[in-house]
């Protein structure tokens, strides 16, 4: 699912033009999940929207700043084949696929005591070797102070940011989070979110849609959802 290795499915179809790529179970799995949240969350996570990262320097450079982006409603499933009605169209899966694969770790793990963490996602079974129950922390975005620490409850934890991947010119910062709707780089005030939802896949895509939208509209996105941030 990787955008950046030139053997994985997504770059395939990302080469492809357009053309109908077959794909595997796992990779259908995640890109119905994560059409499902672009059409719930309104095109603010939008699994093709890569391009406009890309004029500002961030993501694969396999995927060209001048392709069309932000348009998942051009993209469709048909079985295990993924097609897109617009040529030139990317995929990039990095807001959801790291989520999934804490589920498949999870998963593997099953029944014993661990808790593991992936580029910002946490999930937590069983106890600490202490005995006590496991504690997750998120951290002062731009620093590495503890902002809230919790305990472990079964749900997964993924935190989306600008403040790790990003740069500032001027008094202008800019992020790797990208609004879909404008094409530029997240600025509603928001430093970073952190949602805890049933799985890590939810979660992950939680995360960036919720970036994108600001604490007051991605309320009612996240209960949806059930998931808290």
């Known amino acids: 699912m990787s955008p950046f290795r030139p053997d994985s499915e997504v770059a395939r179809f990302n080469d492809s033009d357009g053309l109908g790529v077959s794909i595997s179970d796992e990779t259908r799995d995640v890109v119905t999940a994560a059409l499902e949240l672009a059409r719930a969350s309104d095109g603010a996570f939008d699994p093709t929207s890569a391009p406009m990262g890309r004029r500002f320097g961030f993501g694969s450079t396999r995927i060209g700043a001048a392709r069309p982006a ?3 409603a051009d993209l469709r499933l048909v079985g295990n084949e993924l097609q897109s009605a617009r040529p030139g169209l990317t995929l990039d899966l990095c807001a959801i696929a790291k989520g999934y694969a804490i589920d498949e770790i999870v998963a593997a793990l099953d029944g014993l005591d661990f808790l593991i963490e992936m ?4 999930a937590a079974r069983g106890r600490h070797p202490g005995g006590r129950r496991w504690r997750m922390g998120i951290e002062r975005p731009g620093s590495r102070a503890l902002q809230r620490s919790f305990q472990a409850d079964g749900r997964a934890l993924a935190t989306s940011g600008n403040a790790v991947h990003g740069y500032t010119i001027g008094e ?7 609004d879909p709707h404008t094409g ?6 928001a430093a970073s979110v952190s949602v805890l939802a049933q799985t890590g896949q939810l979660a992950d895509g939680l995360a960036t849609a919720a970036m994108v939208l600001g604490p007051t509209e991605a309320r009612e996105l996240l209960a949806s959802y059930d998931a808290s941030a």
């Open 70 to 72: 932000g348009h998942f």
């Open 119 to 122: 580029g910002g996602e946490i």
């Open 172 to 178: 202008q910062h800019y992020g790797h989070v990208v």
């Open 184 to 189: 530029r780089p997240v600025s509603n005030g």
